[in-house]
C-alpha cells in the first residue's frame, strides 16, 4: 500500500529564505505525486503534480518540486519565502495503474516571520 | 467555474440532531469523496463513491452515511451526531478516465461543531 511521510509538522522560516519542505512515500508501483496547500480557512489546492515526463515540476506561486526515485523523495522548494505562503502543506501520492484513490501526509504548517 | 460547492461552511448543532452536508460538482467528476480534518491527523477519508450509486468506505466511516443517486451530487450524512465528529470536513472529486486530470478538486469545507 501506498504510504506518505511529511517530516516535520511545522517549518519555519524568515520572509526571503529557502522553503523546503519534505516528503518521501512508498509505493509498490511509480506513483504520481501531488502537493496541495491550504491557507487559512479554505479548502485544500493544488499547488503542483508529477504525473510522468520531466522530474522537475513547477507549480503555482513560485514553488516547485523535484520527484527522486532513488530517494523515494518528492520535496517542495521554494527560493524565497514570501509572507503570503504561509499555509499548510499536504503531499499525495497515488498509484500510476489506472484510477486509484490519494493517499495524503499529515501536513505541515509553514510559518513565515518577518 | 470548475468547483466543488459544499454547504453550509459553518455548522453548529447538538447530539444527536440529523443533519446533511451537502455536496455538489460541476465538472462530470465519477470520483467523489468526504475527508475529515483534524489537528495532527491530517486528512482521513470517510467514504467514497465511484460512481452513481456506487459507494464505499474510507478508513473512518463510523457514524456517517452518504448517497450518490446522482453524479454531481454527494451528501454527507449524520444520523446522529456526536462531539467527536466535530471536524472540519472537505468534498473532493476526480475524473477516473482523464489521467491527466488526476488530481482532486476540493471544496471550500464545512466546519462541523456537535455540543
Known amino acids: 500500500a501506498q504510504s506518505v511521510t511529511q517530516l516535520g509538522s511545522h517549518v519555519s522560516v524568515s520572509e526571503g529564505a529557502l522553503v523546503l519542505l519534505r516528503c518521501n512515500y512508498s509505493s509498490s508501483v511509480p506513483p504520481y505525486l501531488f502537493w496541495y496547500v491550504q491557507y487559512p480557512n479554505q479548502g485544500l489546492q493544488l499547488l503542483l503534480k508529477y504525473t510522468t515526463g520531466a522530474t522537475l515540476v513547477k507549480g503555482i506561486n513560485g514553488f516547485e518540486a523535484e520527484f527522486k526515485k532513488s530517494e523515494t523523495s518528492f520535496h517542495l522548494t521554494k527560493p524565497s519565502a514570501h509572507m503570503s505562503d504561509a499555509a499548510e502543506y499536504f503531499c499525495a501520492v497515488r498509484k500510476n495503474t489506472g484510477f486509484q484513490k490519494l493517499v495524503f501526509g499529515t501536513g505541515t504548517r509553514l510559518l513565515v516571520s518577518p | 467555474e470548475a468547483q466543488v460547492t459544499q454547504n453550509p461552511r459553518y455548522l453548529i448543532t447538538v447530539t444527536g440532531k440529523k443533519l446533511t452536508v451537502t455536496c455538489s460538482q460541476n465538472?462530470?467528476?465519477?470520483?467523489m469523496s468526504w475527508y475529515r480534518q483534524d489537528p495532527g491527523l491530517g486528512l482521513r477519508q470517510i467514504y467514497y463513491s465511484m460512481n452513481v450509486e456506487v459507494t464505499d468506505k474510507g478508513d473512518v466511516p463510523e457514524g456517517y452515511k452518504v448517497s450518490r443517486k446522482e453524479k454531481r451530487n454527494f451528501p454527507l450524512i449524520l444520523e446522529s451526531p456526536s462531539p467527536n465528529q466535530t471536524s472540519l470536513y472537505f468534498c473532493?472529486?476526480?475524473?477516473?478516465?482523464?489521467?491527466?486530470?488526476?488530481?482532486?478538486?476540493f471544496g471550500s469545507g464545512t466546519r462541523l461543531t456537535v455540543v
Open positions: 465538472m462530470n467528476h465519477e470520483y
Open positions: 473532493a472529486s476526480s475524473s477516473i478516465v482523464r489521467p491527466d486530470d488526476y488530481g482532486y478538486t
